[in-house]
């Protein structure tokens, strides 16, 4: 089975491909000095069954690459096309929060069905929808989630004594739970309300937090805004240390430093998205998704 990387994700393809013993090829890309871009696919090695690796953070033109890469190859003969989104954009606006608001999630759910049969990604933000599938209207079986939890899990777990686990927000909580049980961590989670970009309030769960090294964790961290003001009111409250474990580096502009400077110690996050904090990798989990839902779709 061949799986289709861009350039800029070469590493994270080569890592999935050695742990899942697949072929790589590169879609070349031509950027027009008007802007447009021009792809080309692997035309005499593409088969029947490919997968697309293409993690999400930065979604716009990323989107327009999946129109044009996920076309040529069913235009080349592929049968089943497989998208690998480690980190799968727009899932947040999940309803009109305003009258006219774009519900996102629904639109670009519903362009990645059109183009793919199957869709792995890692720890999608899935809020007020349950599943995948509600998202991206394929079917069950190949709307596939993996999460980065467990494996963050394993880190901590390594690298601080009895932790206290805290979700900076109630969609945490799935995250966070799924994390303790590993290990049999103490766990909490806040309440957010979120104002603005970069004006979030929290407020910290009842849980006793003085002197707990405490790893606050979450599916994403953007601006940093919420981990931070997380940390300052655990730090208040005399937790010993506060580190942030996130699925997704997103990290926009001074988003490291926002956290640093709420006193954050360490920040690590796994490579769905490339970035100096990665300690994690997905590679061998999404190797694995891969080769399981073959064997068992039977293509
Ligand atoms: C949303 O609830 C997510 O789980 C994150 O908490 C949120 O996206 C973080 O955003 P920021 O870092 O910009 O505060």
Known sequence: MMLLYFEDEQMSAQRIALAGDLQLACIERHRFPDGEIKLRLPFDALGKNAVILR???????????????????????AAHLTLVAPYLSYMRQDIAFAPGEAISQRIIGRFLADLFDTVITVDPHLHRVATLQEAIPIAAENAIVLSGAPLLADLIATHRTNPLLVGPDEESAQWIALAASRHGFDYAVCRKVRNGDRAVQVALPEAAVAGRQVVLLDDIASTGHTVAQAARLLLAAGAVSVDVAVTHALFAGDA???MKDAGVGEVWSTDCIAHPSNAISMAATIALAIGQHRTQAGY
């Open 55 to 77: 993690t999400l953070n930065n979604p716009n033109e990323k989107l327009i690459e999946l129109l044009l890469a996920a076309q040529t190859a069913r235009a080349l003969g």
């Open 256 to 258: 490291l430093q926002v």
